[in-house]
Structures are given as structure tokens and as C-alpha cells.
């Protein structure tokens, strides 16, 4: 132990220039029409319903949305709601959109008294998964698989320009939660189990959406999501309570948002569960005191789905729905997403009349809501922009998305170099996510479920279409053989199996999105792990492909197998980025973002604790984090440090070298871990600390860099706050080690 020689860092990144902020002549116009505003129309702008409020219902989803016209004015000019969101119940197209949103925009700012424009959100997760036209990328797990910042960058670019071309201007994403806890339904929103990883695509994503190339009026407000903790569920399922120290809430889950806020993120949503028996939506210390004074954020916190009157309804810690809001505003919440009626603003109007909630809070939430608005250019323009329908190039993003799925796709298993197969081959191709284009995208995909088949575009491929297409149908036998729940044709696809060299299996999960998506084990369904086991007893080469939000345990059959590709949900191009894969037009090189668990407890993630490797514990996983092979074969050399000692100033830098030892060209992910030796608290054993990604043709040699600076090398101290501690220091690639110490 050595707290004597402990230094304390100041919050460095609490500094940032790139923070929210506006300018102080916007300040100035946001000072002057809050003092105009009555109560009640400061109160509104809080005030966030569905599109749902103002709509007629939709019979189908494949319905158009409908306006209810004596609603929406309700709910514009006696409410005066400041914000919409949603998208109705399911997808729009780009015209649609454009027609709801200018309706909405003409009654706030030519009818209501002080013009003020709405602020319209949705979730585009993976790509503007609620505009028909768009394109659907890889979900956020994929993305981290494939270890490039550029895609993560591009995804949001290409996700700002298709949402704000339908007239939208404030996206609910990135979701910063981590990764860590692969029963949760949200694990795939998520870039993983790593603190590194998730902080640094966080970061990509929001510049993406809110700093352009495209330019101003072709970006976005994020939004991160959901603070803080949200994905630590104890039980595995969602919005079930989580128990959270301040250390680990500060190690694990504090940094990716404090990164985002760095990076600009206008706004943040809050996390729907609770916390050591504490609802979020009425945390002080945590919306307040951390995030907004700690952290200096100045953009605008907005509630998840119903989660302020719950405080009271669910969670009863508010005796009445009123006390509920009043909790919810002096924790800090600036906007409530009702979403269903307007309980929020008359409560609200009553506690600011009663003296409850004094007016500074309020007028601090309105400025906060007006920064945004300001920001997105709303006051200038609140209508959808036609030009920027001129930057898009359909063709080209619906590549970058299929490049984003063949780099996400993880080879976990190759015996023989079975992969990849001769398209000459006879293939079967089988199993319940062989032919749906649902569980290509998982939810958040035209509906928040995303299981309706019917809104998938005609022209995309499912994976039997795109095996199909590359290996020519006269190669492939086609049959379902089981559902998620039943036996279509077993017996006969067993006989088809005989004829056939490779048996392309498909296994994993149906679309679900949130709570239900819940799941009660781990375990991969029986009927898919007795099918795989009765296909192998044909003695053809099995060719698992996996395509599942969450790392379903695929233990008692992975032995049974030749070949194994994790593909996550990769979105639209997804069933073409495999087959390609597949017969051999690509090389893999996506690596496990998270551990790969092979039981259902006592997963040891990368960032496990000495104690985990002590005594008869021991590592403990199928394909440990950062896993993944290739056609071709890679080897890390000359790992070097720029020097045996360092202070706490001084940044470190290190190389390696990557040859590409095979006969085929592949890029190869390069995942730097640290170890801090000796802690006053207990490190991890090791820590991603740095990626990156290189491309090798055969015979070929990088020199691979990274800078760690004392950030990389701090942790939470015994007392709560970021420190770094002198002393050794390791750092690893593949099998290479390297040290050096750290002096005063
Ligand atoms: C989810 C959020 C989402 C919101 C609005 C909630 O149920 O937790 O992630 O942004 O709904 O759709």
C-alpha cells in the first residue's frame, strides 16, 4: 500500500472546451424570453408527450400516422409542451415524417404566444430505425466488435443526416451503459463490458451526430443514455434494482458519460431503475451534484418513459404523483417524458404556485431546454430541411454499414480451416434465424420490438437470400427445420443433410427490445441445442452462425461444431456480410467486445480481480474479450515502451509491431491492456487501455502506436476520488509484456 505517495488528480477532463455551451449573446436571448414566459408556458416547454397524444391510433403498424388536429393544438397551445417524441407506434417514411413534424412546427411557432419550436426526439439506435428510406446499421455491440472508430464516426454522421432529412433534430442515443451483465435484454444497445471501448466509441458516435462533416444543419442533438448504472441489474433483468457503490459507479459507469460530455453531448437521459433502493429520477447527488456541478454539464436532462410519476406508482417512495414531480425537479430532471397526458404540467404548475419548487429551478430548466434549441438552430429553422436531402448517397451508406457488419463478425471457431467454404460446395442451410430479417436487426428496428417482418425493406437479404446470391441456389438446400418454439421439418432436413458437404446452421434470438427481452437463463433455448445436436449426428461439418442481441450459452454444443461466427445483429447488410464471409469475399476480423461466457456464473470479464485467479478460482469463460480468428494468421513483436520511467506528466508511449504471417490479406484488431501492479485498492488484472485497427496484406509488417497519459493509468481511491498511485505498471498485447514505473 502506498497512500502516502498517493496523488490526487483533479477532475481533468472537467475542463474540456468542446463542452455544451452557447454563447453569451444566446444566453442573453434566453434570459430575455424567460422573462417573458407566465408559468405555465415555462412549465410547458418541461413537458414532453408521445406522438401518440396528438394522433389518431394506428389500427396496423403498417398504418400511416394519422393527426388528431384538436389534440395536437391542446397540446401545443393550452399545454405548450416543449418537446414530442416518437415515432406513432411504427415506421414513417421520409414524406411522412417531413408533413408531422412541419405540422407541429407551424402551430408552436406561428400560433403560440412566444413562437417557441418544438424540440422532436426519437430513438434512432442503429441508423434512423424509424424512417423507412434509412439505413439500418450493425447495433452498437456490433460496432464495438469491429474495433473501428471510423464506422462507429460514419454511423452517427450518416444516422443525423437520415433523421434530421425526416425533419428530426434530437436523437435518444448512444447508449453509454455497459456491457457487463449479458442476461439484460439492453446488452446489445451497449459497446461492451469495456470502460475504454464504450468511452471512446461513445465519444465517435456523438461527434458523428452532432459535428457533422455534412455540416449544421444535417446534425443532431444526442442524447447519452441511460444515467447511471442502468445496466447494472442485479438479477440480470431489466429495471430490476441495482446495488452500486460509489467507487464502482465512479470506475465503471461514471467515465463514458464524462467523456461524452466532453465531447459535446447536448443532453442526457436519465436511467429508469433505482440505485442502493434510491429511483434514479429522484437522485440529487447523483443528477445534480455529479452530473451537473462535478461534471459541468449545461445541456438538458430529460426523464425515461414515465419514470417521474413511477417514483410514486412503482417504486413508493413518493406518497402522491405531485410529490412525485416535486422530487424529480429539485433532484434535477429538466424535462419529463410523460409521456401519456399532461399530470406532469399541472402538478408541476401547482408546486411552483404553492412555493414547492421555487422558480430558479424552473428557469434553470427552461434555459437548459432553450440552450438546445438555440443550439440545433430551431429558432432560426424548425422546419425540415430539404437541402439535406442532398448529402445522401443512399448506395454508398448502405456499404459502409455492410463493411461495419464484415468487421464485426467474429470467427470464434475454425477447426481445419473449414472456413471458408468453396462456392462450389453444397450447403444446407438451416435453423430459425436463417430466413427472418428480424434477427438480423433486433429491436429498435420500424418498431421498438422490431419483429414485424412486414416493414423490412422487400430488397434486403435475409441470410439464406444471401448465401443464395453468393454460393448460386442451384448450391443450397433450404429447410427451416425448427422455430424458436417448434419442429417445422426436422426429419425430412436431417435426410437433406446427407447430400449436402456443410450444414450451415443458424441459431439465437428473435427481435426483443428492453423488459421484454427478458430471459430466465442464459442457456441457449433447448429445442436450438437438442436440434444442433441432432444435425450433428449426420457427421457433416456443422457451421454455427449466431445471431443474438446477448451471448447465449452455446457451451454444450460448441464441440459438436467445425465452425462457429458470432454475428451479433448486424443490421440490414447483415445476411449479405456473412455470406460473404462465409464463401470466402472477406476476411473476419471482428473481436469479442465482452467475454464469452461458458457457464452461467462466475464469468470472468477482462477486467477480472486477482482474487478471481487465486486458490481454485480460476479464468473463466468460452472465448475470453477481444477474441476473434481470421483466413489468414497475424503475430505481435517488438512491444516497446519509450523509456523505464515516467512521471505523472509525462505521456508513454508505446509500439508494436503486427506481421500478417498467412497467405491472405486481413486487418487485424490491436487491443492494449494495462496493469497497475500494486494498488491501494485492488487492480484489475489487466484493463483495455487502447485499440486499434490495422489492414496487412500477406508478409507485410505495422508498427502499431499508442499514448497512455496519467488518465489511463488513475482509478478511484479508497476515498472516492480519481487518483494515480506511483509504482509498476504492465502493459500486454496478445502474449507480450512490457513494464515500466511510475515516479512522483
Ligand atoms: C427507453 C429509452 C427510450 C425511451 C423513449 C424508454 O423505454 O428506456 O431508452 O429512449 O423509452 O422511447
Redesign the pocket.
Known sequence: MKLITTLILLPILAFSQSKFRVDNQTEMKISEIISQMTIEEKVGQMTQV?LEVVGQPRVSEEDEFVFDEAKLREAILKYRVGSI??TGGAVNSVKSWQGIITKIQEIATKESRLHIPILY???AIHGANYTKESTLFPQAIAMAATRNRDFVRKAGEITALDVRNSGISWN??P?LDMGRQPLWP?FY?TFGESVYLTSTLGEQYILGLQNSSFGKESSVAS?M??YLGYSNSFNGLDRTPIYLPERQLREIYLPPFAKAINAGSMTV?VN?SEINGIPVHSNKHIITEILKEELGFEGLVVS??EDIIRIHTRDGVAETPKEAVKYAILAGLDMS?V?NDFSFYEYLVELVKEGEVPISRIDDAVRRILRVKFALGLFENAFPNKSVAKNINREKFDKISLDAAMESITLLKNDNSTLPISKKSKVLVTGPTSNLMQVLNGGWSYT?QGNNEKLYPQEKNTLLEAIEKVAGKENVIFNQGITFDKDVDVKSTIENAKNVDYIILALGEPAYC?TPGNIHSLELDEIQINYAKELAKTGKPIILVLLQGRPRLITKIVDNVSAVFMAYLPGNEGGDAIAKLLFGDGNPSGVLPFTYPKYQTGNTLHDYKPIEKFDVNSENWLYPFGFGLSYTTFQFSNLKINGSEFNFNQSIKISVDVTNTGKLAGKKAVDLFVRDVYGSVSRPVKELKGFDKVNLKPGETKTVEFVLTSENLSFIGRDNQRIVEPGEFQVMVGDLVQKFTLIK
Open positions: 408521445t417524441l416518437n426526439g426519437v430513438d435518444f442515443n447508449v439492453r444497445e442524447c443514455k441511460h437521459m429508469s425515461d418513459w417524458m409521456p421498438w428492453e
